[in-house]
């Protein structure tokens, strides 16, 4: 479980090149043991963030603490962290036992001690058998966990992941999602993981930051940030969504009544100044709606096409007032629930809680 | 240089095997004109005897290579004794080109190096500027060190001017002005195949080391050389077999006392006063001994390079 301390405190940190600024003052903290996402669009900032708490770019402004130690000036082999990169960079004239152990053997340990743990490592990522081959020699996969191998050896503070399963192909990708999460369960050391992939970050984390545009949009756990985005991009980024423009007609504490465009309106939660008349998103996930035969409903719309896509329908409809919604039919063997056919008018139900009123 | 061309996968289908053998027909005429004929005339003409006004008969005889290695007195009835005289000159010649590839290597890779990780633009300038001194020729460069270097020259002038020495020193026509000179023709050679390994290199490597805890340092010695060996290696041999066999330098630069294997074998080929034979002879030796180098260093070559292929 993840614990209370944190492992990294990244104050108001911003990275500038030039004229560009990469990084716009971010803050955030990583807990002791816990599995951390950086998750973006390429060119939102993830990377260059890991990479300044790694020590390979320079921090324009702010502090880099690693349990309450500041680590900003110092350099990379100076800290703690190790990092597994996005092309493994294996050195190649080694063999992978020569290359797990250099850490162990830069951090002083005797030859003796360093091969031991190097051993073990190995075995831990079930590659004891190749440990006197070249990188060359192994596949992808594989030398994806010898990275892994060499960087958890030193047995690191904090350990940095960078996009290290975008170069393996899908099922690959996907064992090695829960050999990952169970490593970081067994090691119980941090990881701050970046990828650009929502699934992933969504099946491993315990806690997500989604970035975006050089700013942290959103940090929270992966149901909490699915099931409660707080503006447009996350709700768009993470999973899919429909996005719909209203006003708010009414509200109080804790509900809000929208109107849409078309004159339909919606309840949803109500978050901060939601005052009446003002012009807001709202946010509804497909799979949160139903379709059922036109009833008189005011909530019905014409069928515009369906979609197959292996666990589900996707059923575009349209509404009056040329409002399209995306609403997502689960396939089951009994079939339950009907599909119909493109031309068809049908009453959509829209679950109560489901629509989430967003920031901006 | 045998090492340096990596052999690339090429097609290796029946089909195409004939095509290829015709294909590479002119290579070997080339090859065979230019390389294999002068090396087998020389061979030919080590083993004849000579003519005095230069030139050879064409008797049979192992008389070059005696003179080369025995002393049997100035009629030729004393005992064989081991001649030192050239065998000293050859190693003079192997000690010079050594320590003018240790130098060109010292500064060649750090130069080599700060112009790779130069941004991509700028590098292709830099190149430029080392190839530069190439448009002039040799022996005008050599000429132009000698005045250089000289008691009186502009080197010796400014060192007098700036207070650090009192009298000038005595460069020419010593050893350390061959070796300069040596060091100045021939360390582009050591810069450019460097440079070509380090811009190759994978700069994550370094990273990935200096997040392993090694200092920079550690990372150059562990890390980075043995992934650029190639081109150290093929900058060696560029630099150490012309070096071996240089005459220019040790000509103008280092006057008679300081003989190379070059000048020796020069001298046998001019004018009237020459011994082609022994001549010829010398040169086979100096071309077994750059063989059994090189065929070190390209066995080294082989397994740098597939160490360093990732």
């Known amino acids: 479980m993840p614990g209370s301390r944190n492992a990294i405190d990244v104050c108001n940190a911003v990275k500038r090149y030039g004229s560009f600024t990469a990084l716009q003052s971010i803050t955030l903290s990583i807990r002791d043991n816990e599995f951390f996402t950086l ?62 152990m250099f850490g162990l053997e830069m951090r002083g340990s005797s030859k003796d001690a360093a091969r031991r743990k190097a051993g073990e490592m190995l075995e831990l990522v079930q590659l004891a058998q190749f440990s006197a081959r070249k990188p060359s020699q192994l596949s992808g996969g594989q030398q994806q966990r010898v990275a892994l191998a060499r960087a958890l050896a030193p047995e690191p503070k904090v350990l940095l992941l960078d996009e290290p399963l975008s170069a393996l192909d899908l099922k690959l990708r996907q064992a090695m999602r829960s050999e990952l999460k169970s490593i970081q369960r067994e090691t119980g050391i941090t990881f701050t993981f970046v990828t650009h992939d929502q699934e992933e970050a969504l099946t491993m984390s315990d806690r997500i930051a989604v970035m975006s545009a050089g700013r942290l949009q959103q940090l929270g756990e992966a149901r909490d940030i699915y099931e409660r985005p707080v503006n447009r991009f996350v709700a768009d980024f993470i999973g899919e969504t429909n996005l719909l423009d209203a006003r708010v007609e009414a509200a109080d504490a804790s509900v809000a009544t929208c109107r849409l465009a078309n004159g339909l309106t919606l309840d949803c939660d109500a978050i901060g100044n939601a005052r009446p008349g003002a012009d807001v998103h709202l946010s509804i996930r497909p799979e949160r709606m139903t379709l059922a035969a036109a009833n008189g409903d005011p909530w019905q719309g014409t069928v515009r096409e369906n979609i197959f896509v292996g666990t589900d329908v996707q059923t575009v409809v349209q509404l009056q007032g040329g409002i399209e919604l995306t609403v997502r039919t689960q396939n089951s063997a009994a079939g339950v629930a009907t599909i119909f056919d493109p031309g068809t008018d049908v009453a959509v139900d829209v679950e109560a809680g489901a629509a989430r009123m967003l920031e901006d | 240089m045998a090492g340096a061309a990596a052999v690339g996968g090429s097609v290796r289908s029946e089909t195409y095997a004939s095509a290829r053998n015709w294909l590479l027909l002119p290579s070997w005429a080339v090859l065979g004109i230019f390389v294999l004929a002068p090396v087998a005339m020389m061979l030919v003409y080590s083993f004849l005897t000579k003519e005095f006004r230069g030139g050879v008969i064409w008797e ?122 040596l060091f100045y023709s021939y360390l582009p050679f050591m810069v450019l195949p460097i440079y070509a390994s380090v811009e190759r290199y994978n700069f994550a490597l370094s990273e990935a080391a200096a997040d392993l805890y090694a200092d920079k340092w550690t990372t150059l010695r562990r890390i980075v050389i043995p992934s650029v060996r190639p081109g150290i290696v093929a900058g060696c041999i560029l630099v150490f077999v012309p070096s071996l066999g240089a005459f220019l330098a040790p000509d103008l630069l280092g006057g008679a006392k300081n003989f190379m294997i070059g000048s020796l074998i020069e001298e046998q080929f001019k004018g009237n006063a020459g011994n082609w034979p022994f001549g010829a002879a010398a040169s086979m030796i100096l071309l077994t001994l750059v063989l059994i180098i090189l065929v070190f260093l390209a066995r080294q070559q082989a397994r740098a390079e597939r160490e360093a292929t990732p």
């Open chain 1, 39 to 100: 998750l973006g669009p390429s060119g939102c900032g993830k990377t260059t963030l890991l990479r300044m708490i790694a020590g390979f770019e320079e921090v324009t402004e702010g502090e880099i603490f690693l349990f309450g130690d500041e680590i900003e000036n110092l350099p990379p082999h100076q800290r703690p962290v190790n990092t597994v990169f996005q092309n493994y960079a294996l050195f190649p004239h080694m063999t992978i036992e020569q290359n797990v």
């Open chain 2, 60 to 181: 049979f005889t192992l008389a070059a290579y005696d003179q080369f290695f025995f002393d049997r007195g100035l009629f030729g009835d004393e005992p064989a004794k081991i001649e030192w005289t050239y065998i000293l000159i050859f190693w003079r010649s192997i000690w010079q080109a050594g320590l003018a590839t240790v130098l060109a290597l010292l500064i060649g890779f750090p130069t080599a190096y700060f112009i790779a990780t130069r941004p991509a633009h700028t590098r292709t300038v830099w190149v430029f500027l080392i190839t530069i001194p190439y448009w002039v020729n040799l022996l005008i460069r050599t000429v132009s060190m000698k005045f250089l270097l000289r008691d009186q020259g502009p080197l010796n002038d400014f060192l007098l001017w700036t207070g650090l020495i009192d009298d000038p020193i005595r460069i020419i026509n010593t050893n350390a002005a061959v070796q300069i000179g």
